[in-house]
């Protein structure tokens, strides 16, 4: 059974299009975490939710919207999709107050 | 504020070798968790080994173990008797304890093993 899981693994789309990412997790964890890792491999945060509610929120432009319908899975949509959105999007949860997080797959996002 | 340090991009190692690679950070925190994940080429992130500051014993896994220096901010990952299966980004990461923060990585070592 995949414990973190992401919906899809490769997503090609047109500039401006608007596009969502599926994250679901059956680890039982309360709290779930967007990254984004561009093409220099770098990783950095985005977004971490809480029992659904945001808990940190870095400094990300309003194209993007974290959702989460339950504490099982959190959702990526992303508005008005620009050249330098390209990039792998992580998602990963843990249990709060846990410090280790288990990564999904990764979606690799080209925008054309 | 936390940062991560990594200074090699890259490196290379012969199969069943040895193989450190190095980490440091810094922080004005006295607890705190540090951890080296793994990306081999199918993307996945893998938790390969984690290390809490207040414990002074360094950690094993297996093939890989940490030297956990806390005065010098150093925290290298050594893998003993590389595997080709080992050919992978290499990250060292830091976070609080607690919740209190959030998980930040260095930008990574490629290593390459070879046959």
């Known amino acids: 059974d995949t414990a973190v899981s992401q919906t899809p693994k490769y997503l090609v789309t047109q500039m401006g299009n608007d596009k969502s990412i599926k994250c679901e997790q059956n680890l039982g964890h309360d709290t779930m975490y967007w990254y984004k890792q561009d093409s220099k491999k770098f990783l950095k945060i985005m977004f971490s939710y809480n029992n659904k509610e945001l808990i940190i929120n870095e400094t990300v432009p309003n194209r993007f919207s974290p959702k989460s319908p339950d504490k099982a899975h959190l959702n990526l949509h992303i508005n008005s999709l620009e050249l330098g959105d390209s990039a792998v999007y992580f998602c990963a949860s843990s249990q709060f107050r846990s410090n280790e997080q288990y990564f999904g797959p990764g979606t690799r996002l080209t925008v054309t | 504020a936390q940062t991560v340090t990594q200074s090699q991009p890259e490196m290379s190692v012969q199969e069943a070798e040895t193989v450190t690679l190095s980490c440091t950070y810094d922080t004005s925190e006295s607890n705190y968790y540090l951890f080296w994940y793994k990306q081999p080429p199918s993307r996945q992130m893998i938790l390969v080994i984690r290390?809490?500051?207040?414990?002074?014993q360094n950690a094993t896994e297996n093939r890989f173990s940490v030297n956990f220096q806390k005065a010098a901010k150093s925290f290298s990952l050594k893998i003993s008797d590389s595997q080709l299966g080992d050919t992978a980004m290499y990250f060292c990461a830091f976070i609080l304890p607690g919740g209190q923060g959030n998980l930040i990585f260095g930008k990574g070592t490629k290593l390459s093993v070879k046959p």
């Open positions: 290390q809490e500051a207040y414990k002074q």
